[in-house]
Nanobody, 127 residues
């Protein structure tokens, strides 16, 4: 059974940091691009960051560039999202997703290209 399990969410004050983790099971981790999406109440799900299968190529949304960093450990079958300088606007449910892209060096940008999703982890940033 293919499964993604997120952890690391919680409540933090503005300016603080959190690190989200997403552990994968049931799939050959290195064959899948990974991404973090988020969805705030009343808003559409948006791509936060993505990383290629080999980890050499990353993408970060403009809203988080310079504050968030996506990374992956293909030995531990885990992808991470380091979030620094958090703002109240970062409050959302964060989802880990995996895409069976054939490209080893790029990562999809659209949600429908990701076929495996985690349950989500809540991140709340207080002022």
């Amino acid at each position: 059974q293919v499964q993604l399990d997120e952890s690391g969410g919680g409540l933090v004050q503005a300016g603080g940091s959190l690190r989200l983790s997403c552990a994968a099971s049931g799939l050959t981790f290195g064959f899948w691009a990974k991404a973090w999406f988020r969805q705030a109440p009343g808003k559409e799900r948006e791509l936060v960051a993505a990383i290629s299968r080999n980890g050499d190529s990353t993408y970060h949304a403009d809203s988080v560039k310079g504050r968030f960093t996506i990374s992956r450990d293909n030995v531990k079958n885990t992808v991470y999202l380091q979030m620094n300088s958090l703002k109240t606007d970062d409050t959302a449910v964060y989802y880990c997703a995996a895409s069976p892209t054939r490209s080893g060096t790029t990562s999809p940008r659209l949600a429908h290209e990701y076929t495996v999703w985690g349950q989500g982890t809540q991140v709340t940033v207080s002022s």
